[in-house]
């Protein structure tokens, strides 16, 4: 356990050695210049085969080689990765990345606007790339995210950022993200006894009034669609509905944020009448609508896996086995911490999931292809094939493990700067204990 | 009003006034009454005759001893005589009551009273800075929760509506209670007929508790539990010094200052010193044990309020020795027809419905003595129905009848005067046609004090029924008419019944002693317009006159036919065909107490063997062996006996002894949190700046599935803190989580008593809003004096009761210092005996603490998150804290902005006692993977950082003398594990704490089981209740 132990921190002291040169903070990476292979690594393709001292090949940005052995262009860098491994660049499937800086201080929050219907604001024009908490998030080997607008009934539309970039612009990964919807609540929860509800609460009717509102709202949209399309030039433009027609169109899929069983149902059921695509997101109980998911074809973000049953009365491993619940069931899904000081910790909980059922293989799938597929970007990243992005990653060892190091971060063949504000602190504060003498 | 009263009935005629409590003491010979009141006589003097026989009726004269047809003579409100043969005196006026049942009447234990509408008690003062509304007068305690010298009888005014809901259920007298405050004040006994002088028995009765607090956003103290709890506790140190003080300044004015002057202080001495019962409301079987412990610690003489939940904890319970006061208030029949409506139930809740309604049985079992209130009941009216269930259920009807007679009488100090039908005791009765814990039996009449109150209607003023009416004109062709008349007796409604199923509803109609009119549409009899018509009715025949549409004069007589009888809805249905079926009676419920109850709860503590073996493991002893591949460890008598290779049980425990095979699995010391807010009931008084007198320790809460599921997560131990929302905050309990036990037995008695502190944004209230600015402090800079501040008058009050002590003379002659719970606290902090756990993040803060506990000359034991501590981790060594910080938390508010997950590892490095804390429900469950973070992020060692999660917490709670290895001598808290405790992959399978199971994957498994089926069971069991498919009927019908 020594030996490796001191590899690590040998890395890490090279990495950060070598990054403190370039300024205090973390410069974007440049395009990739020249071919490099890494050579010695067990390859993790993900779409295919693992693939143990094999090679692998990128120019210009993209994978063109992955096997034994592969070709050696002219001007190609060979590095030797040998006892390390290598897996697609993880994705975190939803996020506030880049959204917020710091919870509690209003000024740094720009994840949800004010009133309930606003499909058309957009993610990504508010994602700041000089965002601390970027360089922290792809230190664990998390080369994109989803980055999301939350609150109301219908929140805005995400996109798929690139960790790593000068500009949002750069950033995006097009084709990426949907629109964002909060199934409303249905479920009116009882009390213990002796506490009553107040007299003026309805739930009931609460409940009704925010699902006749949903169907108002796509019901004016579909009809806007129909007017615009119609080419007749009567109908003013409204923003709020014109952001509904990409899931109209079926060109972008609708994220449904539904936890309980009774949002799950009836968001499928709501889906499958009008046509749309969806995505579920949360999707606590899902262990009860295997079959519905299965039969309709729905992709799952799980949010999250590190956290409490949902009643007092559920085992309490509930949210730990549901990855493998639905990874029996035949569902494809990705995994999402929540709370962004946690997100960085997404291949922790991958871990978890596998300590409690689910296989390896499909973990790590759930962090790439899975994540990929269902975010829109799986034709461009998620799987280590020629063709797709050169977006993965080095680790020391088992990345779902907390004792692992990421070594590299390659996006789009760009070596990223893995230095972060965590390590900028922690190599100045040592100077600190080294200029007293406490340590060496 | 009262003349019509008189007309009313013969009986009712109010008697004579006197004062009950004076004939209580005694029973005097010959009844004396006692005309002549205080109060000056206006006009003639009033003297009603108040003798009375009642004749031939079921007399049950204390529970247990029947008449079966006997005669009670009532004399100027009291019992003269009562017998089979009693001689009835010739001046009484003789009631038959042939056929009736005759009871004592009912105590009705429970009454809160509101004196006037918008009264709502106490929500003045406050201190520190709570900023005050009304002011009280100077005289009063300076907390508006703090009430004791008010009397609930001030302003009282008892509704006659409020009066006569009662009368219907037989109660004869009510122990009536003020409703607000923490300290409500006193109650009293009053007799339930007309509100006047004459209605109170006592006063005096109890003094009134409650755990009650101020709401957000009212923030005035106590804003919870906890300062609830610690303010009755101040109080009644306060009350006993008091008395104390003015005693001594009596003797000795000359020498002393004299002590202020305050009613509630001296009227809750009284109450002390009277040994008077303190009455505490509590709302579950844990509120009954914290009402215990707080009776035990002041040896107050201890009353329950109860709610129903003590059949949970019979033996706790009883062994309070408190007098229970019970409601009836069974749950209803949960929702369950839908899976989606069963997933919002419990299975706790499902439980409480099978067994709530055998509560008073149980109890009764468990030879608890209790009285039955209905009170806590959503409508009264459902008290009766509610007991017939408990007595069909099994309750026994003596039992039940006591508790609503002999024992609330004995209890209340009423035992010779009320309760019982004998000589000498106020006339106080109930009449019933039949047995009372029938719901069909109807209440008839109460007796209070000698005087008649009707309950039941009195048939002469009953119009309902079927009659026959003649009439002297032509109405259509008809000269006779049929007549129903159905509803209340007070608002009847009727109609004209013409065939099968025609019928015309009498409109106007209105029925009472003196006058009986309704009007008739007469179009649909052949005639036209409106029939008035107006009569009398005596008994069961009518007559009077009616105006025709012409306005010609008629007359009419009429003869009820039949009865009214309110089954008719039944017979209509079986004519419908919808049979309703027979219900068969209620057996009690076969569950056994689980707890906590509900789901993963415990029928009892898990057995500890003799001696258990673990063979074979990888042993991460966290102490000087290391870790050991292919060890053994042994423990005997719940500590650990040896630790190694090739151990074996000692011969003596073979026995009883447990081997676990640990061939691939881990064995490491029991995990510790040292930063939990789980298994509270209660996590922050935040309604002032220095809270050092609460308690978490009053508030822990057993009840909490986090510990379940914690221990599920290889957590032994963890520390419970007061939350962040002052610089100091309350005093911590430090427990071990053992599942299903009671809260004083989670809490670990060998860990030093600590405190929290809390510094930087929270308690400068920086993200609360922008309500939040006023209270002190609102800078880092005011932390530090406020903190500052406290431990200077800690100080002082330290040298104030030294100095006391240390003088016998001064003893006797000097008034004492007063004891102040929160100063008291605070000095154990400077004496060494109370250790700091300090909420802290920045770097400057942390310093500035550290220069306050130098200056002060004691040790931070620990700061808490000290998210910066790895900017002065020299600073907090040389200091001598420890620190307990997250893993990887950042980011979410601004003191957060330079946290970093290398915080760990530099503060271990540089010589800081570090731990990875969890302050989450959740992440408590993951301490093992959080202490792989220092590996990742630090580069310490495995075992380093596994030290972070188990010995090094143990040191910073100093409980490392028997906690946080796996070292001989130590308790056996441990966890195997199926495999390396760092990674990710690894599951907890066992928890052991003290040699004793409480968490085992297999019996996590049957418990599933268990759960589902107990689950289905129940489910199916509501499913088949008739109550189910009523309350769905009655639900249909509403929406209807």
């Known amino acids: 356990m020594n030996g490796k132990r001191q590899l690590i921190l040998i890395t890490i002291f090279l990495t950060l050695a070598m990054m403190s ?420 | 009003m009262r003349l019509r009263n008189r007309f009313r009935n013969f009986a009712d005629q109010a008697l004579p006034i006197f004062q009950l409590a004076v004939i209580a003491i005694g029973v005097i010979p010959g009844i004396q009454a006692l005309n002549g009141q205080v109060r000056p006589t206006e006009g003639l003097h009033v003297n009603t005759p108040g003798v009375f026989a009642l004749t031939g009726a079921s007399i049950h004269t204390e529970p247990g001893k029947v008449i079966s047809s006997g005669t009670i003579v009532i004399r100027d409100g009291l019992i003269e005589s009562v017998g089979r043969s009693v001689r009835v005196p010739k001046d009484a006026v003789t009631i038959d009551l042939k056929g009736k049942t005759v009871y004592a009447g009912f105590i009705e234990s429970v009454w809160e009273t509101k004196a006037k509408e918008g009264d709502g008690g106490g929500h003045r003062g406050g201190r520190n800075g709570g900023g005050t509304a009304d002011k009280k007068s100077v005289d009063e305690h300076w907390n508006a929760r703090v009430l004791p010298a008010k009397s609930v009888l001030d302003g009282l005014e008892l509704k006659e509506k409020d009066i006569k809901a009662l009368n219907a259920l037989g109660f004869t007298v009510a122990h009536v209670m003020p409703h607000a405050g923490v300290f409500r004040g006193n109650s009293a006994l009053v007799h339930l007929a007309h509100w006047g002088p004459e209605a109170p028995i006592r006063s005096r009765v109890t003094q009134t508790m409650a755990f009650e607090s101020s709401r957000w956003p009212d923030r005035h103290y106590p804003s919870s539990l906890l300062g609830a709890i610690a303010l009755m506790r101040q109080t009644l140190l306060d009350a006993r010094w008091y008395e104390k003080a003015w005693n001594i300044y009596g003797k000795n004015q000359r020498t002393n200052e004299q002590p202020e002057y305050n009613r509630d202080l001296e009227s809750l001495a009284a109450d002390i010193s009277a040994k008077r019962p303190f009455l505490f409301s509590a709302s579950d079987e844990l509120a009954v044990l914290r009402a215990g412990n707080i009776a035990k610690e002041f040896k107050l003489r201890l009353w329950i309020n109860g709610n129903g939940y003590e059949y949970r904890q019979l033996a706790a319970i009883k ?39 055998d509560n008073a049985q149980r109890l009764a079992d468990a030879s608890v003595r209790f009285a039955l209130t209905s009170s806590q009941l959503k409508d009264r009216k459902e008290f009766r129905a509610n007991l017939a269930r408990a007595v069909e259920r099994g309750l026994d009807k003596t039992k039940a009848l006591a508790a609503l007679t002999t024992t609330p009488a004995s209890r209340f100090g009423l035992g010779q005067s009320h309760g019982k039908i004998a000589k000498g005791f106020v006339a106080n009765l109930v009449v019933t046609d039949g047995d009372y814990f029938d719901k069909k039996t109807k209440v008839q009449a109460v007796w209070v004090a000698g005087k008649k109150v009707a309950v039941a209607p009195d048939p002469m003023e009953d119009f309902r029924g079927e009659w026959s009416v003649s009439l002297s004109a032509d109405m259509g062709g008809k000269r006779e008419l049929i007549l129903k008349i159905k509803g209340e007796a007070a608002k009847p409604e009727g109609e004209v019944v013409l065939g099968e199923d025609k019928t015309i509803a009498l409109e106007n109609l209105s029925a009472n002693r003196d006058a009986i009119t309704w009007t008739l549409p007469a179009d649909s009899l052949g005639g036209s317009g409106k029939w008035r018509f107006s009569g009398t009715q005596l008994f069961d025949a009518a007559s009077g006159t009616g105006l025709a549409s012409d306005g010609n004069r008629f007359s009419w007589t009429a003869i009820r036919t039949a009865p009214f009888s309110e089954d008719k809805k039944d017979e209509q249905g079986d004519k419908n065909g919808d049979k309703k079926k027979e219900k068969p009676p209620e057996k009690a419920s076969n569950l056994r107490p689980l707890y906590p109850e509900g789901a993963y709860g415990r029928t009892g503590p898990p057995k500890q063997p003799a001696a258990i073996l673990v063979k074979n493991a990888t042993v991460w002893t966290m102490g000087k062996q290391g870790v050991i591949m292919g060890g053994d460890v042994l423990m005997v008598g719940g500590k650990i006996s040896a630790v190694g290779k090739n151990l074996s049980i000692p011969r003596k425990s073979r026995g009883n002894a447990v081997v676990i095979d640990g061939t691939g699995k881990h064995v490491t010391p029991g995990l510790i949190d040292a930063h939990s807010h789980t298994a509270m009931a209660s996590v922050n008084e935040g309604a002032e700046a220095v ?300 928890t052991w704490i003290e040699g004793r199971k409480y968490f085992d994957l297999d019996e996590d498994q049957k418990m599933r089981a268990e759960i589902k089926s107990g689950r289905a069971r129940l489910i199916q069991k509501i499913l088949a209740s008739s109550e189910a498919s009523e309350s769905s009927g009655a639900k249909q019908g509403k929406h209807k």
């Open chain 2, 319 to 357: 062994a309070l020795g408190a007098f229970l006061i019970i409601p009836v208030n069974f749950p209803e029949a949960p929702k369950v027809a839908t899976l989606e409506e069963e997933l919002q139930v419990s299975y706790g809740q499902l439980r409480h419905w099978d067994q709530a309604p």
């Open chain 1, 21 to 440: 040169l370039s300024g205090s903070d973390q410069v974007p990476a440049a395009k990739q210049d020249h071919p490099i292979v890494l050579m010695g690594g067990v390859i993790h393709t993900v779409s295919g085969d693992i693939i143990s001292g094999g090679e692998i090949l990128f120019i210009n940005g993209k994978i063109t080689e992955v096997g034994a052995t592969v070709s050696r262009p002219a001007n190609v860098e060979v590095i030797d990765i040998s006892g390390k491994t290598v897996y697609p660049g993880f994705i975190l499937a939803e996020s506030t990345l880049g959204l917020t800086e710091i919870g509690a201080v209003r000024a740094t929050n720009d994840y949800r606007e004010v009133g309930s219907i606003n499909p058309n604001v957009r993610a990504k024009i508010a994602y700041n790339p000089d965002s601390e908490h970027i360089p922290v998030v792809r230190t664990n080997g998390i080369a994109l995210a989803q980055v999301v607008p939350t609150g109301g009934l219908l929140s805005g539309t995400s996109a798929v950022m690139m960790l790593d970039g000068w500009t949002w612009e750069d950033t995006e990964m097009p084709g990426g993200g949907g629109v964002w919807m909060s199934w409303p609540n249905m479920v009116v929860r009882e009390r213990r006894s002796g506490q009553r509800r107040p007299a003026e609460d309805d739930p009931k009717k609460a409940i009704r009034e925010a699902l006749e509102n949903l169907d108002k709202t796509f019901d004016e949209a579909e009809a806007y669609h129909k007017a615009i399309k119609s080419g007749t030039g009567n109908q003013k433009t409204d923003l709020r509905l014109a952001g509904l027609i990409p899931v109209i169109e079926k060109k972008l899929p609708l994220y449904i944020r539904a936890s309980h069983v009774s949002q799950i149902k009836a968001a499928v059921n709501w889906v499958n009448r009008r046509g749309y695509r969806m995505v579920l997101v949360g999707a606590r109980d899902s262990w009860m609508v295997t079959d519905l998911l299965k039969a309709n074809n729905i992709p799952v973000i799980i949010s999250t896996t590190h956290s409490l049953p949902s009643r007092r009365w559920q085992p309490y491993d509930e949210a730990y086995t549901l990855p493998a619940t639905l990874a029996d069931a035949g569902i494809t899904f990705a995994l999402a911490p929540g709370w962004h000081p946690q997100v960085r910790n997404l291949p922790f909980e991958a871990g978890t999931a596998v300590g409690y059922g689910l296989d390896r293989d499909r973990a790590i799938r759930a962090l790439t292809l899975d994540a990929a597929t269902i975010l829109g970007v799986g034709d461009k990243v998620g799987s280590l094939e020629p063709g797709k992005d050169a977006t993965l990653i080095v680790v020391d060892g088992d990345p779902l493990e907390i004792r692992s190091a990421v070594v590299s971060l390659y996006i789009q063949g760009r070596h990223v700067d893995l230095n972060n504000h965590h390590r900028m602190m922690n190599e100045k504060y040592k100077q600190r204990y080294r200029q007293l003498g406490i340590t060496d």
């Open chain 2, 691 to 990: 809270t050092s007198e609460v308690r978490i320790k009053d508030v822990t809460n057993s009840d909490d599935i986090n510990i379940y599921r914690q221990l599920a997560g290889g957590l032994t131990m963890a520390n419970g803190l007061h939350g962040s929302a002052n610089p100091i905050g309350g005093q911590n309990a430090v427990i071990k989580l053992r599942w299903g036990l009671l809260p004083d037995k989670l809490i670990e008695p060998r860990a030093p008593q600590g405190i929290k502190f809390a510094l930087g944004e929270n308690v400068k209230q920086s993200n609360w809003g922008d309500d939040f600015v006023t209270r002190y402090p609102q800078t880092r800079m005011g932390v530090d004096q406020i903190v500052r501040d406290a431990f200077q008058a800690a100080k002082e009050y330290d040298a104030n009761w030294t100095a006391y002590n240390k003088s016998s003379k001064r003893k006797k002659s000097e008034v004492p210092p007063r004891r102040d719970l929160e100063l008291e606290a605070l000095a154990e902090i400077l004496s060494g005996q109370r250790i700091v756990h300090a909420h802290s993040y920045r770097q400057d803060e942390i310093l500035s603490l550290i220069r306050i506990a130098d200056d002060f000359n004691f040790t931070i034991a620990t700061f808490t998150h000290v998210l910066e501590g790895y900017k002065v981790a020299a600073e907090i060594a040389k200091h001598g804290a420890g620190g307990s910080t997250f893993s990887d938390w950042w980011g979410y508010k601004f003191e957060v902005i330079d946290a970093i997950p290398f915080n760990g590892a530099i503060m271990a490095r540089a010589g800081v006692v570090t731990s990875f804390n969890s302050d989450s429900g959740d992440l408590a469950r993951r301490l093992n993977t959080e202490g792989a973070k220092a590996v990742r992020y630090g580069g310490l060692t495995d075992i380093e950082a596994l030290a972070f999660v188990t010995i090094n917490p143990a040191i910073q709670l100093k409980v490392d003398k028997f906690a946080g290895s796996l070292e001989k001598g130590k308790d056996a808290d441990f966890v195997i594990w199926s495999g390396d405790p760092l990674s990710t992959y690894t599951r907890a399978e066992q």
